[in-house]
């Protein structure tokens, strides 16, 4: 999979990508990911990405020439116009994304399907936003983490990349674990317990214990649909 992150701050990704599951992905190459500065698209001695929003009103604005001419250096394409739409222009295996309120909510269900994919680039906002014609004519998804503001994109992004990415085969020694995450079947998973089997007085569960593989089965089928009761019913499907 290639992964690119147009952003004001590159430092942000590129850090967070040299830990974990993800810098795993990179080293084995499972994944490339490189972050793109939107300076680097800026055609002023300033180098200047943002500006006061039209109309009035606290905040900057993320210009949309420095995203429009990343975005067309990425996928080599000549200057859209107002009659375009990037959509036509990329392999149905690839989609560009943009972190926003608007967005549809970003779930497992979504990290799955993203993971099939070839190539997905991630555009960040920051500051107050970004100019809306990046939104009508860049993006083929919008996609929010939930129901608060964040300061910019990158660090909605690096979450939904560390989901997306753990997911693709190789990246977990153990391709189980992913299976059996919460959210994968419309559950939570179960409680899990390691060594010490005695830690102050709180034992692990005799059935743990037991070495009955069916009875430990069972009872983590039936610890996923208790939590996800208690904690989440609102996933359980009507």
């Known amino acids: 999979m290639k992964i690119d992150v147009i952003t004001a701050f590159p430092k942000l990704i590129t850090d967070i990508a040299r830990y974990s599951m993800l810098a795993r992905a990179i080293r084995q190459d499972l994944v490339r990911l490189d972050a793109h500065d939107l ?8 180098r200047t990405i943002d500006d006061t929003p039209y109309g009035g009103g606290g905040g900057m604005i993320l210009k949309p020439e420095p995203v429009f001419l990343c975005v067309e250096h990425l996928f080599e394409l000549p200057p859209l116009q107002a009659h375009d739409h990037i959509r036509p222009h990329l392999p149905p ?3 560009v994304l943009l972190m926003t309120p608007k967005g549809e909510t970003f779930s497992q269900k979504l990290a799955t399907e993203l993971s099939l994919k070839q ?3 991630f555009v960040c906002g920051h500051y107050k936003g970004i100019d809306e014609r990046v939104a009508e004519k860049l993006i083929t998804r919008f996609v929010s983490i939930g129901d608060f503001v964040s300061t910019g994109g990158e660090l909605p992004a690096m979450l939904m990349i560390d989901a997306i990415v753990r997911l693709i085969p190789g990246v977990l020694h153990d391709s189980e674990s992913a299976l059996t995450d919460s959210f994968q079947d419309d559950r939570l998973d179960c409680a899990y317990y390691t060594r010490p089997e005695n830690f102050r007085g709180m034992f692990v569960p005799n059935v743990l214990l037991s070495g009955n593989h069916q009875e430990i089965k069972t009872w983590r089928e039936e610890q996923k649909w208790q939590l ?3 904690y989440r019913p609102d996933i359980i499907p009507a």
């Open 39 to 46: 300076r680097d698209y800026t055609e002023d001695r300033h």
């Open 93 to 95: 295996d690839t989609e």
């Open 119 to 121: 190539r997905l680039v």
């Open 228 to 230: 996800t009761r208690k």
